[in-house]
C-alpha cells in the first residue's frame, strides 16, 4: 500500500526561528531546509527518513497553511504567518486548513504522522479526517524528539524501515512493559 508522510512542523517560537523571522527580508527558502535549520536533529531525521522510505515527497504540517510539500519555496511574510497561528487543535486557523489537505490525500494510501504523540494537536484534527489509515512509528511512543530524530537517521543509514501502528484517540504516549506491543517491533519490508 502507498504511504504518505506527514511531519510535523518546526517549532516557530525558538531561537533559532526568532533569528530567521528577525533576519532580511526578501529571503525565501525551501520548506524542509529551513525547518531543518530551526529544529536540527528532530526535523532532519524525519525529512531524511520520509525521503528515504516514501514514495513522493513528503508532506508538512503547518500552521495556518495545511499541508505543504517539504520542497515548497516560502518567504518571510509566509512564515511570520505561520508563526502567529497556535498550533493547537482547537484554533481553526491552524486545524481547518489541516483537515482540508488531509481529505486532499490520496483515499488509497496510509498516512504515516511522523511527530508528537503526547498531546492532540496532530492526531485530534488528523484521525477525524484520516481514522484508521493514520499510523505512526510504534517505536516514537516513549521517545523524546532527540531520541526520535536520531532513530530515524539510523534507520535511513542502515535502510531499515520502522514498523507502523494504527493511531487511535487513545493511543499510548508511552511505553510499557506490561502492555501487549511494548516490546521492539520488527521492522517494516522496504516498498
Known amino acids: 500500500m502507498k504511504r504518505i508522510f506527514l511531519l510535523s512542523p518546526a517549532n516557530l517560537g525558538g531561537v533559532r526561528s526568532q533569528r530567521v523571522l528577525n533576519g532580511p527580508t526578501g529571503l525565501d527558502w525551501e520548506l524542509g531546509e529551513l525547518f531543518s535549520s530551526i ?84 492526531l485530534e484534527p488528523l484521525l477525524h479526517v484520516a481514522g484508521s489509515r493514520l499510523l505512526y512509528p510504534a517505536e516514537f511512543a516513549g521517545l523524546g524528539d532527540m531520541s526520535r530524530g536520531a532513530l530515524m537517521l539510523r534507520c535511513v543509514r542502515l535502510n531499515r524501515e520502522l514498523a507502523y501502528v494504527r493511531a487511535t484517540p487513545g493511543t499510548p504516549h508511552r511505553r510499557s512493559r506490561n502492555l501487549p506491543g511494548s516490546e521492539k517491533p520488527a521492522a517494516s519490508p522496504r516498498r
Open 39 to 122: 529544529s536540527g536533529l528532530y526535523f532532519r531525521g524525519k525529512l531524511q527518513y520520509a525521503e528515504a522510505f516514501g514514495a513522493q515527497s513528503p508532506l508538512i504540517i503547518t500552521a495556518g497553511f495545511g499541508l505543504m510539500p517539504a520542497h515548497s519555496r516560502i518567504g518571510l511574510d509566509q512564515l511570520k504567518q505561520m508563526a502567529a497561528v497556535p498550533i493547537d487543535a482547537s484554533e481553526a486557523r491552524y486545524r481547518d486548513p489541516l483537515q482540508r489537505d488531509a481529505r486532499a490525500l490520496d483515499v488509497a494510501a496510509e498516512i504515516v504522522l511522523l511527530g508528537s504523540l503526547a498531546t492532540p494537536k496532530y
